[in-house]
Nanobody, 125 residues
Framework: QVQLVESGGGSVQAGGSLRLLCRDS????????MAWYRQTPGNERELVTC????????YYADSVKGRFTISRDKARNTLSLQMDSLKPDDTGVYYC??????????????????WGQGTQVTVPS
C-alpha cells in the first residue's frame, strides 16, 4: 500500500523558514505528479505547488511564488517544500499528494489519489 508521510512542520515567526518533507513508501519517481496542498479550518484544501513527472515542470500559487520551492529526490523517494519568508497567511495543515499515473497537468485535484496525513505549519501574526 502506497503511503505518504509528511514531516517538518512547526511554528515559526513571520519571515522565518521551514522545510517540509514527504516520504513515499511507493515511488515518487516514475510518471506521478506530486503536490503540496494547504488547508485551513472551514476551507477547502488549496493547491500550493506541484511538480509534473514530465520534465519536472512546476506550478506555484501566486501567494507563494518567489518564497516557496518544491523539489523531489527520486533516488530517496522524497518530496520537499522549502518555505521562506513565511507569513501568517501561510498557516495551515500542509498535505503531500501523489497523482494517478501519467496525469498530464499537476494542477487538477481530481488526479490526486494518495494523500499524506498532513503536517501543521503555524506562523503567528
Amino acid at each position: 500500500q502506497v503511503q505518504l508521510v509528511e514531516s517538518g512542520g512547526g511554528s515559526v515567526q513571520a519571515g522565518g523558514s521551514l522545510r517540509l518533507l514527504c516520504r513515499d513508501s511507493g515511488r515518487i519517481g516514475g510518471a506521478f505528479n506530486m503536490a503540496w496542498y494547504r488547508q485551513t479550518p472551514g476551507n477547502e484544501r488549496e493547491l500550493v505547488t506541484c511538480i509534473r513527472w514530465r520534465n519536472d515542470l512546476t506550478y506555484y500559487a501566486d501567494s507563494v511564488k518567489g518564497r516557496f520551492t518544491i523539489s523531489r529526490d527520486k533516488a530517496r523517494n522524497t518530496l520537499s517544500l522549502q518555505m521562506d519568508s513565511l507569513k501568517p497567511d501561510d498557516t495551515g495543515v500542509y498535505y503531500c499528494a501523489k497523482s494517478r499515473e501519467y496525469a498530464e497537468e499537476c494542477t487538477s485535484r481530481r488526479d490526486y489519489y494518495t494523500w499524506g496525513q498532513g503536517t501543521q505549519v503555524t506562523v503567528p501574526s
